[in-house]
């Protein structure tokens, strides 16, 4: 009975940690797209066309964000509890 209540306190630390990572990562990717669209906006303001368009291309772009913020709080949080 006390394995299994050990482990289940790891489990239970380790979907905290990838809960915590994944909004995060979540996190990274609304910031990445807030700053292409604003980008976007700002090009679309000083063209002469001024037509402002999203391809498929702008909603992967920010996956970059999405994997860079989800490992390091994923890193930070397991040097942080290294005891798994």
């Keep these: ?3 299994e209540n050990i482990t289940s306190l790891k489990k239970l630390k ?8 994944v909004i995060a ?3 990274g990717y609304i910031l ?16 002469i ?3 402002l368009k999203f391809e498929m291309i ?6 970059i964000g999405f994997i860079l913020l989800f490992l390091i709080r994923l890193l930070e949080n397991y040097k942080l509890n290294n005891d798994f």
């Design 49 to 51: 066309e001024g037509n």
């Design 58 to 63: 702008d909603f992967v772009l920010p996956l």
């Design 32 to 47: 990445f797209l807030g700053i292409l669209f604003a980008t976007k906006l700002v090009a679309s303001v000083i063209q």
């Design 25 to 27: 990562g979540f996190l």
């Design 1 to 3: 009975m006390r394995v």
């Design 14 to 21: 380790f979907s905290n940690l990838l809960v915590k990572s």
